[in-house]
């Protein structure tokens, strides 16, 4: 064992002169005063000059001197071998060998080496220096053994009681008496506990403060700054860091810690059982949320689609803490913006980048999972999961009517607050979503209806650039009642009627499309110069085009009651369109 992985439980060198055997033969510091903090792991008495082969490191020698080499070469060969394995210091008894001190040459490789250099100027049997010194280890050794063990009894029992995150952090500030900081991997600080200190100075600069904590390894301590860091997860995914400060004062573990020393064993165990009642807390709030999720769309599923009896639906749904009976339900949606690329407009990017079959599900859990976040801190009961590739649904259970707009108010505000804390939902392009909401009703048999609502209001909302809260059904207008009515063969027939032509031209060309050139022309009220400039093309060439569409249209796009025709085809066609 080297000196480098003694334990820092072991007394050091500076703590067994202090003992009172050792006081007793009068000591004095001859050299090497750099390595009084070395800890020492056993006491060794020796008195032949080879002793170093047969020891392993951090021991602390002690001898009279009788069998030490007489020559100079001899002695320093002698230091030179005890610092090569690592010794934590040697102590020489006065008056057998040496009388007034020892030879000015030991001393001075001893200097050279940093290895402490004690003289005994007063005889001292070494029986009682090792047994006190013996005596110190075995009762530092079995104070961290306690302390070991209520460790392991303290995070066992956090973890079987799903201690959530703040909890766990605290019992570790409070075994340790260190401050304690759990982040995720983009170094935000998730929970802290100061233990006793000025939490503002501990939190602040955190991110650029962290991100200098580099430790090498899963666990490992960063002397530099002082922490003791260890990652936090499971099942080969990382999500986040443990810290605990280590500043290296004397109140734990025996005897005195000193700046820069490590932190006693214990806490490397503390830290790594924090780090386990962690991750499993995780998982199993994750693996309970998952099946809670389940349930909950099993249910949301019957209501929509008739599946189950309602009365089943409300007995499941009150087994799991929602009670829809004799409540005011509120159908809610909840989707993400997306312009479609078939409309002749702009796809967008970020969407387009997700379109992979791994990045659809995972970005519709990530928006359950902020759905199921804000109706928690909005304190809302409700049935919610995903009810479709693209949608959320919830069905808010609310006291009374007079409670509908607060709570879709205070639901919607909710979300986005968790949206801006998450950083997946961070960026344009990505962090736009819809909230839709039907029509409020007062029986479990109704609220297929309020669902529908929702999700219709949601799908025609996605083309309305109005930034609101929570759209509901008046806000969507005349799109909203093509939405309704879009699987009607009639309207169909009257798409057709308007568009056919030009659908069909655009279907022949399909790199020289021409229904965004219209769409952007009835969308600026028929104002040329404004359509050409949205479009991005000088006014001759948005000129040329709209006279094309005239012709394929065999259509006058100076009359305002032709342009009104075609506008309301154009808002069928995407309420047709919408999947």
Same mark, same amino acid.
């Given at each position: 064992?080297?000196?480098?992985?003694?334990?820092?439980?072991?007394?050091?060198?500076?703590?067994?002169?202090?003992?009172?055997?050792?006081?007793?033969?009068?000591?004095?510091?001859?050299?090497?005063?750099?390595?009084?903090?070395?800890?020492?792991?056993?006491?060794?008495?020796?008195?032949?000059?080879?002793?170093?082969?047969?020891?392993?490191?951090?021991?602390?020698?002690?001898?009279?001197?009788?069998?030490?080499?007489?020559?100079?070469?001899?002695?320093?060969?002698?230091?030179?071998?005890?610092?090569?394995?690592?010794?934590?210091?040697?102590?020489?008894?006065?008056?057998?060998?040496?009388?007034?001190?020892?030879?000015?040459?030991?001393?001075?490789?001893?200097?050279?080496?940093?290895?402490?250099?004690?003289?005994?100027?007063?005889?001292?049997?070494?029986?009682?220096?090792?047994?006190?010194?013996?005596?110190?280890?075995?009762?530092?050794?079995?104070?961290?053994?306690?302390?070991?063990?209520?460790?392991?009894?303290?995070?066992?029992?956090?973890?079987?009681?799903?201690?959530?995150?703040?909890?766990?952090?605290?019992?570790?500030?409070?075994?340790?008496?260190?401050?304690?900081?759990?982040?995720?991997?983009?170094?935000?600080?998730?929970?802290?506990?100061?233990?006793?200190?000025?939490?503002?100075?501990?939190?602040?600069?955190?991110?650029?403060?962290?991100?200098?904590?580099?430790?090498?390894?899963?666990?490992?301590?960063?002397?530099?700054?002082?922490?003791?860091?260890?990652?936090?997860?499971?099942?080969?995914?990382?999500?986040?860091?443990?810290?605990?400060?280590?500043?290296?004062?004397?109140?734990?573990?025996?005897?005195?810690?000193?700046?820069?020393? !490590?932190? =006693?064993? $214990? %806490?490397?165990? /503390?830290? +790594?059982?924090?780090?386990? &009642? @962690?991750?499993?807390?995780? *998982?199993?709030?994750?693996?309970?949320?998952?099946?809670?999720?389940?349930?909950?769309?099993?249910?949301?599923?019957?209501?929509?689609?008739?599946?189950?009896?309602?009365?089943?639906?409300?007995?499941?749904?009150?087994?799991?803490?929602?009670?829809?009976?004799?409540?005011?339900?509120?159908?809610?949606?909840?989707?993400?913006?997306?312009?479609?690329?078939?409309?002749?407009?702009?796809?967008?990017?970020?969407?387009?980048?997700?379109?992979?079959?791994? !990045?659809? =599900?995972? $970005? %519709?859990?990530? /928006?359950? +999972?902020?759905?199921?976040? &804000? @109706?928690?801190?909005?304190? *809302?009961?409700?049935?919610?999961?995903?009810?479709?590739?693209?949608?959320?649904?919830?069905?808010?259970?609310?006291?009374?009517?007079?409670?509908?707009?607060?709570?879709?108010?205070?639901?919607?505000?909710?979300?986005?607050?968790?949206?801006?804390?998450?950083?997946?939902?961070?960026?344009?392009?990505?962090?736009?979503?819809?909230?839709?909401?039907?029509?409020?009703?007062?029986?479990?048999?109704?609220?297929?209806?309020?669902?529908?609502?929702?999700?219709?209001?949601?799908?025609?909302?996605?083309?309305?650039?109005?930034?609101?809260?929570?759209?509901?059904?008046?806000?969507?207008?005349?799109?909203?009642?093509?939405?309704?009515?879009?699987?009607?063969?009639?309207?169909?027939?009257?798409?057709?009627?308007?568009?056919?032509?030009?659908?069909?031209?655009?279907?022949?060309?399909?790199?020289?499309?021409?229904?965004?050139?219209?769409?952007?022309?009835?969308?600026?009220?028929?104002?040329?110069?404004?359509?050409?400039?949205?479009?991005?093309?000088?006014?001759?060439?948005?000129?040329?085009?709209?006279?094309?569409?005239?012709?394929?249209?065999?259509?006058?796009?100076?009359?305002?009651?032709?342009?009104?025709?075609?506008?309301?085809?154009?808002?069928?066609?995407?309420?047709?369109?919408?999947?």
């Amino acid at each position: 064992m080297t000196e480098g992985s003694v334990s820092p439980v072991f007394p050091t060198v500076r703590e067994v002169l202090a003992l009172d055997p050792v006081r007793h033969g009068a000591p004095r510091l001859v050299a090497g005063d750099a390595g009084l903090d070395r800890p020492v792991r056993w006491v060794h008495v020796a008195e032949v000059p080879d002793i170093a082969s047969l020891l392993g490191g951090g021991e602390l020698v002690l001898t009279t001197g009788i069998g030490l080499p007489a020559d100079d070469a001899g002695l320093r060969a002698f230091i030179a071998d005890l610092a090569g394995v690592g010794v934590s210091g040697l102590v020489v008894e006065l008056g057998r060998r040496y009388g007034t001190g020892v030879p000015r040459v030991m001393a001075v490789a001893a200097e050279r080496r940093g290895l402490p250099l004690v003289e005994l100027r007063r005889a001292t049997p070494f029986v009682r220096i090792t047994e006190a010194v013996h005596a110190l280890i075995v009762d530092a050794q079995l104070h961290e053994l306690r302390a070991t063990e209520e460790i392991h009894q303290r995070f066992t029992e956090l973890s079987v009681d799903g201690a959530d995150p703040a909890e766990v952090v605290r019992q570790a500030a409070e075994l340790s008496g260190c401050p304690v900081v759990l982040e995720n991997l983009s170094r935000q600080v998730l929970a802290y506990d100061p233990a006793g200190e000025n939490a503002d100075l501990l939190l602040d600069g955190w991110e650029q403060h962290s991100r200098r904590i580099r430790p090498t390894g899963r666990t490992a301590y960063d002397v530099d700054s002082g922490w003791l860091v260890t990652t936090v997860g499971a099942r080969g995914q990382d999500w986040g860091r443990l810290l605990l400060r280590w500043p290296g004062r004397g109140d734990l573990g025996a005897g005195t810690a000193h700046p820069g020393s !490590a932190p =006693p064993t $214990r %806490l490397t165990i /503390l830290v +790594e059982r924090a780090a386990s &009642a @962690l991750a499993l807390g995780r *998982l199993i709030r994750r693996d309970a949320e998952g099946l809670e999720r389940q349930l909950h769309r099993t249910l949301l599923t019957a209501l929509l689609d008739h599946s189950r009896p309602v009365d089943e639906v409300a007995l499941r749904a009150r087994a799991l803490g929602v009670t829809l009976q004799r409540r005011h339900l509120v159908g809610v949606v909840v989707r993400q913006r997306r312009d479609d690329p078939a409309d002749g407009g702009p796809a967008d990017a970020a969407w387009s980048a997700m379109d992979s079959p791994q !990045a659809g =599900p995972a $970005r %519709l859990r990530d /928006l359950a +999972e902020a759905v199921g976040h &804000a @109706l928690r801190e909005a304190k *809302l009961t409700a049935l919610t999961s995903a009810i479709d590739d693209q949608a959320v649904g919830a069905l808010l259970a609310l006291p009374d009517a007079a409670a509908e707009d607060a709570a879709l108010a205070a639901f919607a505000a909710a979300l986005r607050r968790v949206r801006l804390n998450t950083p997946a939902w961070r960026g344009p392009g990505v962090d736009e979503v819809i909230i839709a909401a039907g029509s409020g009703v007062d029986s479990l048999r109704e609220a297929r209806r309020s669902l529908i609502e929702a999700r219709q209001v949601a799908d025609t909302a996605r083309w309305d650039r109005r930034d609101l809260p929570v759209f509901r059904l008046p806000h969507v207008g005349l799109a909203g009642l093509l939405h309704l009515l879009r699987d009607e063969p009639r309207v169909q027939t009257f798409v057709e009627r308007q568009l056919g032509a030009l659908l069909a031209h655009d279907a022949r060309h399909p790199r020289d499309p021409l229904l965004g050139t219209l769409r952007a022309y009835l969308d600026q009220g028929r104002n040329k110069s404004a359509a050409a400039a949205a479009v991005h093309l000088s006014r001759p060439a948005f000129y040329e085009r709209l006279a094309r569409i005239g012709h394929i249209l065999d259509a006058d796009l100076d009359s305002v009651d032709t342009c009104l025709s075609l506008h309301v085809a154009l808002l069928a066609l995407d309420a047709i369109r919408v999947p």
